[in-house]
């Protein structure tokens, strides 16, 4: 479904992915570990098409196309989902505002018709239970004085709606306290499917204690290093990333 | 920021919708200004010898008035003598009703998107369309009338219904009140007048539709509208004009009287032409707006969604005299490319217990400056007056400028006045968002825009609502990267 070759990024003229390669089935969960400043969002902000980011090199094909060759919003409209790390505020828009502007859009992209009203709300409703979100979160404006655990169940909610076929999880479980940690993992649990794959970036093992990873990569100065399965992620837990760090760099100065 | 300004560049491709015109007869004033001419207008209207009296007083005091030059707008002064006072499309005889207007007028404003047949007009909307200088058809005359209502022109107002008029004309806005409503006061043409009796709740929306068609002429109305003790109307003002090089002059008068319990609410959406890329043509819009609450308990509420003009100067106001009286003003005002606006409004607490609210919503694009002025004042007497005040600034790239001077002067210590305001530029984080999510860049804007701009925009009747948040995107096109 998706494929990374030698992957190459930069910001302000400093590299900061350098040779990503990493192949995604339909079906399959990967996550993206690595310490801070390894290029994990980077990877996703890429994926995703964020302006700032320039592709110095490398190929990404998704589904048969050249995703690097599309806009930010035909990505999104090819099923590209980022759930974002920080969700960005938008005041005087409420949340099913914003999403029925949005599906329709997609829609018509696909070349479906757009959703009325009413078949839109109880396609809401559908969702709403699968992520446990109230309605009275929905219709105040988006993500405006939400909790951290509000924002993100409100972007695994908009992931729901929009059924992407590739979810990029950035370090969603960040700032979450346990309880909203297991409701928003259920939500993506449920929207898994044969069809569907999803990219897992974060910090900590904690996370794919609810979300189980088929494959674990480890990002360490803009490349996968180490890949393994989830075991790899607990020995991340464990020892920290200091002993890969030891052995890629003791191998990239020879 | 370079995506900023290569899409800011875009925009030059973007066309004023309305810049058409259609060559039709016309009956014309000579050009310049002088009391001949004033004269000239008086008896063509066919008007009484007190009105030209008045706009012969007006002229005087006008002729030793200077322009203002306190607003934060920049601009060639016009060359007022060399301007038309009256240009009226030519009519074998006056139309009795709305089946016998010329057909050639009718099809100007079904292109503009107005139907002034009544059948086909949506049920809920009775409209005076102004063309130039002169009114040329009112809808639901009838119907309105068996409610003792009274909905016409300002012509036809000073023949009907002399005694209405003499009381309150200049009662609100003295014809000496500043430069451009005494130049309106001398040579105004035409415009609407609307008079709600005791008790009597408008059942439909009252609406005038502005339209400058001949060039080199200035557009001079005066809108009156008095509703009477415990009365209520809705009234709504829409305006368009060609797209010419030369800079068109527009400056009206809008007074509003509400006696006790009454209730008045007026909305604009100001639609004139801004002016090319370059910032060459545009309406000049020099406009003085008030409402008196006269009788206690009245309420008057101006929302306006100014989107148009190359200048605008205009400050929508209320003077609170009943005790318990109210004023509103909601605004959102556009700027893009070389417009300039100065607006804002005047809320003057003279009653006790007087309330009023300003929400002004100011969005900068391009390189043009968008000013909120506002004034607040308690007079000694206004027992417990309350104020809240809003202002807020959306930026939009990084060569337009925001500008708020509120002013706010309390002479009794009993008030308590509120005054917020913020600052803030369309992210293009929030635009990223959008992106992600499918939504393209156009609409993104449109969908941030109207999201900051919805209070305001929650205060128009629905038809209207949705036209300006269409306009408002309209207006942004292209503006954000």
Redesign the interface.
Known sequence: MLSIKNLHASIEGTPILRGINLEVKAGEVHAIMGPNGSGKSTLASVLAGREEYEVTEGEVIFQGKELLELSPEDRAREGVFLAFQYPIEIPGVSTTNFLRTALNQVREYRGLEPLDAVKFLSLMKEKMALVEIDQKLLSRSLNEGFSGGEKKRNEIFQMAMLEPVLSILDETDSGLDIDALRIVSNGVNKLKSEKTATIVVTHYQRLLDYIVPDFVHVLYKGRIVKSGTKELALELEEKGYDWIKEEVDSTATV | MS?DNQILEDLNSKEYEHGWSVNFETDEAPLGLNEDIIRWISTKKEEPLWLLEWRLKAFKTWQAMKEPEWANVHYAKMDLQALRYYSAPKQSKKPKNINEVDPELIAIYERLGISLNEQKRLQGIAIDVVLDSVSVATTFKETLGMLGIIFCSFSEAVKEHPELIQKYLGSVVPMTDNYYAALNAAVFSDGSFCYIPKGVRCPMELSTYFRINAANTGQFERTLIVADDSSYVSYLEGCTAPQRDENQLHAAVVEIYAGAHAEVKYSTVQNWFPGDKDGKGGIFNFVTKRGICAGDHSKISWTQVETGSAVTWKYPSCILKGDYSIGEFYSVAVTNNYQQADTGTKMIHIGKNTKSRIVSKGISAGKSQNSYRGQVQVMKRAHNARNFSQCDSLLMGDQCGAHTFPYIDIANPSAKVEHEATTSKI????I??????????E?AVA??V??????VLNQLPMEFAVEAQKLLALTLEGSV?
Do not use: V
Not at chain 2, 432 to 441: D, E, L, V
Not at chain 2, 450 to 455: L, Q, S
């Open positions: 995506k992210g293009e984080d929030q990223f968002y959008c992106n992600q999510r499918g939504i393209a860049t609409d969908l941030i109207n999201g900051y701009a919805k209070e990267g």
